[in-house]
């Protein structure tokens, strides 16, 4: 079934309504509700504390995330490959999702406002979302997240365009540019406030972050994950150079919970990957 088959989407249930996809196209995000689960969230958040490990224990204000957390925890997989999310994204994009990582966040992470196009991108460009969604409720007090509406209009912006060399060494400089153009276009903050469960699906290039803990004695636990889209290439800007990508294999969150082979597949040794190329052909492998 091709996923311009609308039955793909009637499927789940689940559809943007046309208010919803303008809202997004203006606007580089959309606030919404899929309605999840409120025991999913819940299990979430108490299966992957003890992800966070010793420093947590002793302060648990003190870490602010845990990377790809699903590898472990089968709740944090489930909201990352939920079914109405998929259906929605297909409906933006208009191509099959792949969602590559996720981000699990006890408090708020107080980072520099930037595009995530200057981590994940993609040709053609702009073949990536993140969807992040509250665990719990999310205030003014306890860091939401800013991002900065209709940013995604600037031009992607590369570390090179930005006067700057490749590496994460140079990311704090590339923070400090784009608060410069934040500042240089006027561009107005909101704050990301949001009920549990409720989520924000942001643009590839939308300028976004965390804000200020005010009450720093707060949890925010919340869960991103990061989506490409199928047929494109992928590639890591911070590790690139102009005429030289460093290209990611594409790769997807399993759907089934039941995967019968291990998810850190593409790290494996390169007959395990033939093997695991050869089952994704015959469709027997995500
Ligand atoms: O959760 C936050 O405070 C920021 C998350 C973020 O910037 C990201 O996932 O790209």
Sequence with gaps: MSIEDPAVVANTGFALSPEQLT??????????????????L???????QPLYGSAYVENPLSVTRYQDGWKQVDAVRQLAVHDSVLSALRM???????????LNFPVGTSQYPHSDSIHFHTVPVGFMVGVWVA???????NGPLIYYPQSHKLPYYSMQDLGLGPGY????????????L???????PELGILEKGEAIIWHANLLHGGADRKDITRSRH????????????????MESRPGKL???EPFRIPSRSDFSLPPDISTRPLPFRAVAKLLRSLGLHN
């Design 23 to 40: 809202a997004f196209s203006d606007q580089g995000l959309l606030k919404i509700d899929f309605g999840f689960d409120q025991q999913l």
């Design 182 to 188: 934040i500042a240089e276009h006027g561009l107005q």
């Design 135 to 141: 665990l719990e409720k999310i205030d003014a007090e």
């Design 92 to 102: 933006l994009m208009g191509r099959e999702p792949l969602p590559f990582q996720t």
């Design 222 to 237: 919340s869960q991103v994950t990061h989506y490409f889209f199928e047929n494109c290439r992928y590639y890591t800007p």
């Design 169 to 180: 060494s140079n990311y704090h400089a590339y923070e400090l540019r784009i608060q410069d």
């Design 42 to 48: 819940d299990q979430i958040v108490a299966e992957v």
């Design 246 to 248: 460093r290209y990611r």
